[in-house]
C-alpha cells in the first residue's frame, strides 16, 4: 500500500474524530452553539444589534467557551461573554459587563464603579427599586427574566424537594435537578441589588428504595446547593438551623428499624432540622454601605430589630401544613427571615412561591413581593389571596403570563 493509500484509508477515521466538547460530553459542544447561547445574552441587554462575534474557543482547562465580541462593522474587540461548557450558562463575573460593552460602543472611557445593576448612584447613595408588586406565572428560570435588573432587595424561597415524595418526581436524575436550581440562582443573580441577600431553605432528602433488597439513599442537597451559590457570584454568610418539636421527623419512617431492634449500624436518628442558607450577592462594598447608602434613612430606622430577636442560628419554630399544598413553610419562618435581611418597602423575591407565604409576610412587614410560580393552581391562590392582603392594593399588582386582578373582585 502506497502512503497516499494509506492516508486516503485512514481520512473517513480522522475526519469522525470527536472534539474535545465531544467527548467531555458538554452541553455547549459547537461555535454555533456558543454563539447562539451569546446571542440570547446580548440580546437580554439590548446590545444584540450592535456586537458580532469573533470565533469562538473552547477552554476545556476551565471547561469554558470564550466568545470575543467585536464592534459590527469591524475588528475592534471590545470584551468576551465566557460560557459554563457544562451547563451553559454565562460565567459573569468572568465576562465582559453589559455597562462596559456599552462604554466602550460608545467610544466612553473611565470607570463606573461598582454600582448594583439597574440602580442609579446619586452623591453616594443608591436609587430604590420601583417594581410593584408582582404575580408571575411560569417557570422561574424564564419569568425572571422578564424583571429588571437589581430590582429585587431579598430572595427568600425553598426549592421543590428532589423527588422526595411522589408528586415531586419531575427530575430524571438528581445532576438534572441541581441544574435547574443552578440556573434559578444564576438568573436571580442579575436580578438581585449589589450586595443583598439571597436565603435559601433547604434539606437533605430521603429517596426510598423501590423494593427490599435496595438500600434508601439520603441525598445532601444543601451543601451541593453551597457549592452551586459560591459559583455563581455569591458569598456565604450564615446557615441558620431550623428545628422542629420532638417528633416531626417520625413520618419519614426513618429510624424505626434501630427503634426496634436497637442492633450497632442501623442507628439513623430522625431529621428534625432544615438548613437556612443565608448568601449575599458578591460585592467589595460592606453590609454597612447597604445600610449609610439608602436613600430614605427614616425606612432604615422604622425596619429596626425589637429586642425579642432570635440570638443563635438555631431557630425553633413550628412546621405549618396546609391541604393545598405538599410543602409549605411557616409564616414564622418568613416573618424572620424578611424582617432580619430587607427594609421596609424593599422587594422580596420568591421563585418558588407555592400558595405564596413569602408575599404575605413581605405585605404584612411593610414590604413589596415578587412571586413566581409555574403551578396554575397555585397562582389562583396567590392571586385570590392577595386580595386580602392588599385590599384595593391588589388591582395594581403586576401580572406576568397570568390574568390581572378584577378591580371588581377586589374584596374592600
Known sequence: MSIEQHIASHAPAARKRRTVAERRKYSVQTVESAKKVCAVWLHEHRLANAVAFGLPEVDDRYHVWRVPLLKRGGREKIGEVVIDAKTS?????????????????????????????????????YALSSLRNTIGMGDSEQVLQDLPAGSVDLVFTSPPYY??????????????????????????HRVLAEGRFFVMNVSPVLVRRSHRNEASRRIAVPFDVHRLFVEEGYDFVDDIIWVKPEGAGWATGRGRRFA???????????????????????????????????PDQALVKASRIADDYE???VWRIKPAHDER????????????????????????????????????????????FVLIEQDAAYVDIIRCEAKNWLGEEAADILTINCPPIDPKDVLF
Do not use: M
Open 325 to 368: 399544598h405538599p410543602a409549605v413553610f411557616p409564616a414564622e419562618l418568613a416573618d424572620k427571615v424578611i424582617a432580619y435581611y430587607s427594609f421596609k418597602g424593599d422587594v422580596v423575591l420568591d421563585p418558588f412561591a407555592g400558595t405564596g407565604t413569602v408575599g404575605k409576610a413581605a405585605v404584612k412587614l411593610g414590604r413589596r
Open 311 to 313: 440570638r443563635t442560628n
Open 163 to 188: 423527588n422526595a415524595r411522589p408528586e415531586y418526581t419531575d427530575y430524571i436524575s438528581y445532576e438534572e435537578y441541581l441544574l435547574k436550581i443552578r440556573k434559578v440562582v444564576h438568573n436571580v
Open 260 to 294: 426496634a431492634d436497637r442492633n450497632p449500624l442501623q442507628y439513623k436518628p430522625v431529621p428534625v432540622t432544615e438548613y437556612v442558607l443565608v448568601y449575599r450577592r458578591h460585592t467589595s462594598r460592606l453590609i454597612d454601605w447597604c445600610i449609610r447608602a439608602h
Open 89 to 125: 450558562l454565562i460565567v459573569e463575573d468572568k465576562s465582559t459587563a453589559p455597562e462596559t460593552l456599552e462604554r466602550r460602543l460608545l467610544g466612553r472611557n473611565g470607570d463606573l464603579g461598582e454600582q448594583g445593576p439597574g440602580r442609579s448612584s446619586r452623591n453616594g447613595r
